[in-house]
C-alpha cells in the first residue's frame, strides 16, 4: 500500500492509494477513486485535527514578530518613540530600543488559542467540504461548495469558542492561564501586550487588568467586528487557495511547492482585502487612549460603526489601510506555512496509517 507524492504535472495515477477499495477489499481503486485532498476512507477526523492544529501553531510562533509589528502600525495616533516607516525597520528599532525578545511578548498566549481554534476549524472544512462537494459537484471540486463550507463554520466556531470563555474559572484561578480560548479574548490580550509601552508583562496580570477595570466586554468589544471580518477572510482566503490548486496541482496530489504557492497568495489577496475592518478590530481591542482622547471619545469605544467613524475622523480613507503593508507581508508566509504544514501532516498521518494496515 502506497500513498504517492505527486507532483504539479503528475499523472491521475499518482493519486491512487494501492490496497485500500471503498468497500475494503485488497484491490486497487477504480478509476473513480478518490484522491490524497479528500481522503474519504483514510483520513479521520483526528488526521485533520492533528494536522491543522500543528499549522496553526507553527503559522502564529513562526509570524509572530511581524504580527507585532503590524499592530503598532495601525495605530491611529502612536507615540513619537513608535513611528515606523517598514516592518524591517519596525522590528530593528523594537528590538534595539526595547529588548531582543519584545516582539514576541504575548506569543504564548496565541499558540494556546492557534492549536485548538486550527484544529476544530480545519476538520471541520475538509468533513463539510466533501459533504457539500458531493451534493453540488459529484465528480470534482465546487467553488460553490467551498463557499458555504467557510460561511457555515465561521459562527458556529465563534460562537463555541464563546461559550468555552464563559465556561471558564475566574481569573483569580491559577489554571486559568493554561487554558486560553481560541478566539476574540486572545486577540484582545495578546494585541494589548504587543503595543508600545504596554503596562502588562504576562498574559494573565493582562487579563486580571482588564477584566478588574472593564469588565468581561472587554473581551468581546471586537467581536461583531472579527467575525464580520473573518466571513470575507476566509472565504476569499479558501477559495483562492482551492482555486489556485486546481490550476497547479489538477490531480491534488502531495505537492509541497503547490501549497505554499496557493496559501501564500491566497492568504496575501485575503489579508489586503479585509485590512480595514481589521485596523478597526485593532482599535476596539486595544482602546488605544491617545487615538480616544484626540477623537474627544470618553470612556470606552464599543460597536463596530463606532470603530469606522473614529478611524475616519482621525485619519481618513487612508486610516482604513494603515498597517497594510505588515498585514500582508505577515499573512502571506503564514498562510503557506500553515497550508503546507497542514497539508504534509495530512499526507504524512494517513500514509501512516495505510502503511499500519499493510499485512506484512
Known sequence: MELRRGGVGS????????????????????????????????????THMTAGAMAGILEHSV???????????QSLNPDPKAHYTSVYGALKKIIRTEGFWRPLRGLNVMMMGAGPAHAMYFACYENMKRTLNAVFHHQGNSHLANGISVHALLPVSKLACFSLWLGFPSH??????????????????????QMYNSPHRSALSCIRTVWG????????????????????????????????????????GYNPQSHIISGGLAGALAAAATTPLDVCKTLLNTQENMA???ANI????????????TVYQLNGLPGYFKGVQARVIYQMPSTAISWSVYEFFKYFLTKHKLESRTPY
Open 298 to 309: 470618553s470612556g470606552r469605544l464599543s460597536g463596530m460603526a463606532n470603530a469606522f467613524r
Open 63 to 73: 509570524m509572530y514578530p511581524v504580527d507585532s509589528v503590524k499592530t503598532r502600525m
Open 11 to 46: 499523472q491521475a495515477g499518482a493519486r491512487r492509494m494501492d490496497g485500500d477499495s471503498r468497500d475494503g477489499g485488497g484491490g486497487c481503486k477504480d478509476a473513480g477513486s478518490e484522491d490524497y485532498e479528500n481522503l474519504p476512507t483514510s483520513a479521520s477526523l483526528s
Open 213 to 252: 477595570t472593564e469588565g468581561l466586554g472587554a473581551f468581546y468589544r471586537s467581536y461583531t467586528t472579527q467575525l464580520t471580518m473573518n466571513i470575507p477572510f476566509q472565504s476569499i482566503h479558501f477559495i483562492t487557495y482551492e482555486f489556485l490548486q486546481e490550476q497547479i496541482n489538477p490531480y491534488r
Open 292 to 294: 480616544l482622547n484626540l
Open 172 to 193: 483569580s484561578d491559577p489554571g486559568w492561564g493554561q487554558t486560553q480560548p481560541p478566539c476574540g479574548p486572545t486577540t484582545v490580550v495578546k494585541q494589548r501586550m
